[in-house]
């Protein structure tokens, strides 16, 4: 079992940053994932690390705005979302899997991100 919370969602106008964290508890992943659900819309992948930190991969959406990091000492796992825009406003989830090649099966609580105009 993987605990994950998400926070450092919030308000914030087009062009400015947010930090997101997620406190990852329990079994060690070997894979976080942040996700997104815009408003009216699908769930979809923003970007993903291994646990390592060796191999990540972001959404082309958010490529060069959004870095995805690992703190090599902490069980933390962060998003930083730079230029942001209103197609950015969305809740944010944390995700985590055990393997590599599986799917995610653990889930955050969500953080709301409002970019406004």
């Known amino acids: 079992q993987v605990h994950l919370v998400e926070s450092g969602g919030g308000l914030v106008q087009a062009g400015g940053s947010l930090r997101l964290s997620c406190a990852a508890s329990?079994?060690?992943?070997?894979?976080m994932g942040w996700f997104r659900r815009p408003p009216g819309k699908q769930r979809e992948f923003v970007a993903a690390?291994?646990?390592?930190?060796?191999?990540?991969v972001y959404a082309d959406s958010v490529k060069g705005r959004f870095t995805i990091s690992k703190d090599k000492d902490k069980d933390l796992v962060d998003l930083q979302m730079n230029s942001l825009t209103p197609e950015d406003t969305a809740v944010y989830y944390c995700?985590?899997?055990?393997?590599?090649?599986?799917?995610?099966?653990?889930w955050g609580q969500g953080t709301q991100v409002t970019v406004s105009s």
């Open positions: 995700a985590a899997k055990l393997v590599v090649s599986g799917a995610y099966d653990y």
């Open positions: 329990g079994r060690t992943p070997s894979g």
């Open positions: 690390i291994t646990w390592n930190g060796g191999y990540i």
